[in-house]
Structure formats: structure tokens, C-alpha cells
């Protein structure tokens, strides 16, 4: 395998990115992902914090402790994964995570490996999604993209601007993928307006370390509040508001993650 060190964007020529590594290294080990080339784009990426502007390459551990930013960003940092992990990962990084779907990690040939099954909807499924699950049950697992889907945050990429959410897609039959970066696009670069207030409230299997169960992240700006979740859908999923949670269709074994995200839901509206 060969390993490309990018000075500047016009070198890149495909090859897969990889930034602090933490996603893409066990993911090549277990032979999910394959690449002849891997493209570290640590050269390329802006890393920092500049007034509103979010640098793709900043660590979850240098956000976590920014004042610059607003609170339910560096919450959702704060809470995400392990010190060591939050010192190598990278946000950018961060919102293109894979699913953490134990079918998916053990390779079974589900949907989102072109099969024509979920093997989550008819198996095990305790932590999966409660909204979109019909084609894919999985749950998005990134706390930072929902806390960024509250805060109304935009993308720049090497090709384009876009709003976080049209970052991600649900899969279908007839594409499978979740997000609408194109080959070779990178993200650069966050964009953040500003809010009034924000927070991001996460429940978890235990008290640190671990994936959101249900994250719900809240911001208020101009007198509206916009809310986002993380692990109910298979991409972060924006909430118009409590009462639709009233539509989310649960799973045999995931309806109590209705009742834990109705409760989050309730103390970040308080809070914000
Ligand atoms: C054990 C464990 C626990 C975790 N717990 C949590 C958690 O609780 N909450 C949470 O939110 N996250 C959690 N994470 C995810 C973690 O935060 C991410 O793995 C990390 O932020 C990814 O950043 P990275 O720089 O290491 O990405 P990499 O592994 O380098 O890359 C990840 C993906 O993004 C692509 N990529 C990287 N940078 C760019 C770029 N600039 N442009 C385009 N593509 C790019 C890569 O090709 C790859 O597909 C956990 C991870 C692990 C391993
Ligand atoms: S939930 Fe999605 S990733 Fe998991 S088995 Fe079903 S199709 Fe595959």
C-alpha cells in the first residue's frame, strides 16, 4: 500500500483520505474498506479555529475546549468517544464515520454492502434507528454531526458550499451510500452562523466513552430552536419539534429510545 502526503490540493489524484486515521485504520484491518492508496490530507485540510470558521482538520479534543465555539458543539465533543481518540480524530473525519451497525462491522451482506437485506430490521436491534429505518435500520453515530445539524452549520468542500444536511442522504436500492461528498472531494472547512444558545444532551450505555444511544442537540437563534438527534436514524435527523417524535417508527426493540429521546428532547428545550 502506498501512502500519499498532499502539500496542496490541486497533487490530489484519488486514493482514499485519511485524516487521524481512528476510522480508517480499523476499517482497512477488517478488510471493510480496501485501498491501494491512502491520501493523508493532514497537508491540505485547514486545522483551527478562525471567529465562525471550523477548520475540517481541528481535533474533537482542541474543539472541546474552544470558547469560540458554541456550547452544544463542544459538548457533543466533549462527550465523544475516548481522550486518545478525541486527540487523533479529526471533525471532518468525524462526520463521515461509518455506521456502527454490528451486522455492517462483521460483514454480513447486508444492504449497505449491496446486499438485498437488513439483516438489523429481522435480527438484533436494540440500538438502532427509530426514524428512515426501512431500507437501513442503522443509527448515525456521530454526537458532532447532530450538535452542527442544530447549530444550522454549512460545508465547504474542495468542490462546493452546502448546508450540513444535504451532506448526508438516506440509501436506497438504487444508490447505497449515505453521503454526497463525490470521489475526491474533500472537506475543508464549517461554517457556523450565530445562535443565542445550545446544547447537546447524550444518553448512553455508561457514563463515558461510549456511541450516543440518543443524542439531541438544540440551538436557539432569533427566538427559533431548531433540534437535531443523533442515533435514531440512519443520518443525523432534524426534529421540526417534540411532537415528531409522535411519527418516529420504531423497531420491536427500539421503541424505548422514543421514550429516552422525548425526555432529552424536554430538558434541552428547557435548557436552550
Ligand atoms: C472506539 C471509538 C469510539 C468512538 N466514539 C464516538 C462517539 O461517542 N461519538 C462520536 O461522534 N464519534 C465517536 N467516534 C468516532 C470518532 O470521533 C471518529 O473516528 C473520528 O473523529 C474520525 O476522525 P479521523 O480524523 O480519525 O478520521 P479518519 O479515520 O482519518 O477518516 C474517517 C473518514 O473520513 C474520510 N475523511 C477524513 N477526513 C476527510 C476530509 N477532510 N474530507 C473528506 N473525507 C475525509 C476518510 O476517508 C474516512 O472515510 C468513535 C470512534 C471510535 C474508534
Ligand atoms: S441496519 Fe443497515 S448496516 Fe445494519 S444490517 Fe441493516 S442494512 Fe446493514
Request: aromatic share 4%; charged share 25%.
Amino acid at each position: 500500500m502506498e501512502l500519499l502526503r498532499p502539500s496542496r490540493l490541486e497533487e490530489l489524484d484519488g486514493g482514499l483520505p485519511i485524516h487521524g486515521g481512528t476510522e480508517v485504520v480499523p476499517l482497512l484491518r477488517d478488510g471493510i474498506l480496501q485501498a491501494e492508496t491512502l491520501v493523508d490530507v493532514r497537508g491540505i485540510v485547514p486545522r483551527g479555529v478562525r471567529g465562525s470558521t471550523i477548520g475540517a482538520g481541528t481535533t474533537l479534543a482542541e474543539l472541546e475546549v474552544d470558547t469560540q465555539i458554541p456550547g452544544a458543539l463542544r459538548e457533543a465533543c466533549r462527550l465523544a468517544a475516548s481522550p486518545q481518540l478525541r486527540n487523533m480524530g479529526s471533525i471532518g473525519g468525524n462526520l463521515l464515520q461509518s455506521t456502527r451497525c454490528w451486522y455492517w462491522r462483521l460483514k454480513y451482506p447486508c444492504r449497505l454492502h449491496g446486499g438485498d437485506r437488513c439483516h438489523a430490521r429481522e435480527g438484533e436491534h436494540r440500538e438502532h434507528a427509530i426514524f428512515a429505518n426501512d431500507y437501513c435500520a442503522s443509527a448515525h453515530p456521530s454526537d458532532v454531526a447532530a450538535a452542527l445539524l442544530a447549530l444550522g452549520a454549512t460545508v465547504r468542500t474542495s468542490r462546493r458550499e452546502l448546508p450540513l444536511e444535504a451532506l448526508y442522504r438516506l440509501p436506497d436500492e438504487a444508490n447505497r451510500d449515505l453521503v454526497t461528498l463525490a470521489e475526491g472531494e474533500l472537506i475543508l472547512e464549517l461554517e457556523l452562523p450565530a445562535v443565542e444558545a445550545s446544547v447537546y444532551l447524550k444518553a448512553m450505555d455508561r457514563r463515558r466513552w461510549a456511541f450516543p444511544q440518543v443524542g439531541v442537540a438544540a440551538a436557539r437563534s432569533r427566538g427559533e430552536i431548531r433540534l437535531a438527534l443523533a442515533g435514531v436514524a440512519p443520518i443525523p435527523w432534524l426534529l421540526t419539534g417534540p411532537d415528531a417524535l409522535d411519527s418516529a417508527t420504531p423497531l420491536p426493540r427500539t421503541a424505548w429510545k422514543v421514550d429516552v429521546a422525548r425526555a432529552l428532547v424536554r430538558r434541552a428545550l428547557e435548557r436552550v
